[in-house]
């Protein structure tokens, strides 16, 4: 139902986003845009990058231009055609730049030379780097705008950086949320955050790289979204391929995701409860979604990225136009890039959420989906059909 497109090189002149879906009478105006590019880049308006971020971060300023789709401060109906300038490119303009034959290990630039036949490893890696999000995270910004006028809410916190762990399980989700909006990692502890701090610290002495994991939450979510009717129908097949579209992403689970595995099956659900006429869940080991059906509970996904591939120390690779062993170069990069990717996952969680909705509650205009998502049932008692008796079904 909501289509996302995007193009764009990382020192080319802009990124460009084409978000085909979205109802008309959204109220939109660029600068609603402009949080979670800020969030994306660096954090906050005093903070301009995350701690090992790429020196990248404090050259742009990342904002978005509307060039189509929306008029009057609402949007029409029509696709949205999005801007994000690259400031960096001043730089690329006109300038000769010696090819780059040594790929690096886990970057995009060996399998990108087979596949497309680059005679320079460069023309690969601009258009594999994480600068695409930034186009990404423009148009999913509009996703949320969508989402918030029905009263659904997404956030994401950090939960590992290397080695360093916070728990967050004894907070509520929204202080979750608050808390990593006021962190420099956007981790909701202080002292997991200082922990993690010390080891993008370690890392960048050593020259070296870091991964981590972030918990994106999204609340408010209406039972029965999704489908069971077929594998691509599932919430957790359509929000696990969106987060696995992430540079560097290399594992996605929902709710207890692995860790369920180990416990027997009467410790592993949550238990179906009536309280007044409402049916209610303790708990939430599934993370929001049964059979591929969203429960009306938070949908709790998880998402593991991996250190990022560029490193100062050099690892072992072989030199493409000579043929001979060699090691990786440094290019300008990130140490550690974990607290702009949640803000990506956010972006995509809200994307395939307003696509699940639309699909769910159709409609033209704002007004009209927004009548229907508030008519769709929330489990009380009065919302199930069911008939005791026996029946023959075949
Ligand atoms: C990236 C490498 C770095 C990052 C970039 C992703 O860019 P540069 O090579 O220009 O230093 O800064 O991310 C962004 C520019 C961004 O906006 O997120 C990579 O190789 O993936």
Redesign the pocket.
């Known amino acids: 139902m909501i289509r996302l497109i995007t193009a764009g090189e ?2 080319g002149p802009a990124l460009v986003a084409v978000l085909e879906g979205i109802p008309a009478g959204l109220p939109l105006r660029a600068e609603d845009l402009r949080p979670d590019l800020i969030r ?2 660096g954090g906050s308006i005093t903070q301009t990058a995350y701690r090992g ?5 404090k050259i ?1 300023r ?1 904002q978005a231009t509307i060039l189509a789709g929306v008029m009057n401060g609402k949007t029409t109906g029509a696709p949205i055609a999005l801007m994000v300038e ?1 400031l ?1 490119h001043e730089k690329w303009k006109g300038r000769a730049v010696e090819a780059m034959t040594v790929p690096r290990p886990g ?1 995009a630039d060996l399998a990108a030379a087979i596949k497309y036949g680059y005679d320079d490893l460069r023309t690969g ?1 601009e258009r ?4 695409e ?2 186009a990404r995270v423009a148009a999913c910004s509009v996703c949320r705008k969508f989402l918030d006028a029905l009263g659904v809410r997404v956030g994401s916190y950090v939960i590992r950086i290397g080695t360093a762990a916070a728990d967050p399980a004894s907070l509520p989700i929204e202080e979750r949320f608050t808390r990593a909006e006021e962190s420099p990692l956007r981790c909701p502890d202080p002292a997991g955050s200082e922990r993690m701090q010390a080891e993008i610290d370690r890392a960048m002495k050593a020259g070296d790289t870091l991964g981590g994991v972030f918990e994106v939450v999204a609340l408010g979510v209406p039972p029965g979204l999704g489908g069971l009717g077929n594998w691509d129908r599932r919430m957790n097949s359509r929000l696990g391929a969106a987060l696995f579209g992430i ?2 992403i290399k594992g996605v689970e929902f709710g207890d995701g692995f860790a369920l595995a180990a416990l027997p099956g009467t410790q592993a659900q949550d238990p179906i409860r009536r309280e007044g006429d409402k049916i209610v869940r303790p708990s939430n080991h599934a993370g929001g979604i049964e059979a591929g059906i969203t429960n009306g509970q938070p949908i709790v996904v998880r998402a593991a990225m991996k250190p ?3 490193t100062i120390a050099s690892q072992e690779s072989v030199d493409l136009s000579g043929g001979g062993k060699t090691e990786t170069h440094y ?4 140490f550690c ?1 974990v607290p ?1 990717a949640a803000v990506v996952g956010e972006g995509m969680v809200c994307l395939v959420l307003a696509d699940a909705v639309m699909e769910k509650c159709g409609g033209d205009s704002l007004d009209e989906v927004r009548n229907r998502f508030d008519r769709l049932p929330r489990g009380t008692l009065s919302d199930f059909h069911l008939s005791p008796g026996p029946k023959n079904f075949w």
Not at 53 to 57: G, T
């Open positions: 990382s020192h994306r880049q971020a790429s020196p990248r971060m742009e990342d690259n960096d970057h890696l594999a780097s994480a600068r999000t930034a540079p560097a990022i591939a560029t290019e300008r990069s990130d890039a702009r």
